[in-house]
């Protein structure tokens, strides 16, 4: 069992930037990929960004350029770097462990609120 907690979340103006961090505990051997999940009111949670133990990146096309996944594997936690934040960026961010086919596996921690105003 993993345990996930996010933090980092605010209220930023448009272009504004945020830092979020989630740390992960538990069966944490089981943790190969990473990856932030963002649920926008209203919407399906969706992948943003993601990281292999090894640092292999990939992001949604909508926040290529302006966000960065990081991870620290000594410490157990991942960070997304959130640059010129759009009001679509609103929403409850979330990290998770990636299995193999791609599909988030730990029990989803509570979130980070992260609302852009424009």
């Known amino acids: 069992q993993v345990q996930l907690v996010e933090s980092g979340g605010g209220l930023v103006q448009a272009g504004g930037s945020l830092r979020l961090s989630c740390v992960y505990s538990?069966?944490?051997?089981?943790?190969?990929?990473m990856g932030w999940y963002r649920q926008a009111p209203g919407k399906q949670r969706e992948l943003v960004a993601s990281?292999?133990?090894?640092?292999?990146?990939t992001y949604v096309d909508s926040v290529k350029g302006r966000f960065i996944i990081s991870r620290d594997n000594a410490k157990n936690t991942v960070s997304l770097q959130m640059n010129s934040l759009k009001p679509e960026d609103t929403g409850v961010y979330y990290c998770?462990?990636?299995?193999?086919?791609?599909?988030?596996?730990?029990?989803w921690g509570q979130g980070t609120q992260v609302t852009v105003s424009s």
């Open positions: 538990g069966s944490i051997f089981s943790i190969i990929n």
């Open positions: 990281i292999t133990r090894r640092g292999a990146i």
């Open positions: 998770n462990g990636i299995n193999g086919s791609g599909l988030a596996f730990c029990d």
